[in-house]
């Protein structure tokens, strides 16, 4: 029994980090659109979504 809580409990620790990283990932891909936004650069929100890597890209020039 204490061993299937502690499988539950590393589970649950998984499923919470993946809820966060998914929350940070959009955060920063927010930050990212709105900055391209601002800057006039509409097309590159529109090339990121469809080209992971050149949102990869984007990313990293924003420090994101």
Sequence with gaps: AR????REGR???RREGRREGRR???AAINKMNLKLSE???TED????ARD???????????HL
């Design 52 to 62: 992971p890597e050149f949102q990869e890209q984007l990313l990293k020039e924003f």
């Design 39 to 41: 800057l006039g650069r």
């Design 11 to 13: 589970r649950e620790g």
């Design 24 to 26: 940070e990932g959009l």
């Design 45 to 48: 929100i529109l090339k990121a």
């Design 3 to 6: 061993q299937e809580s502690q």
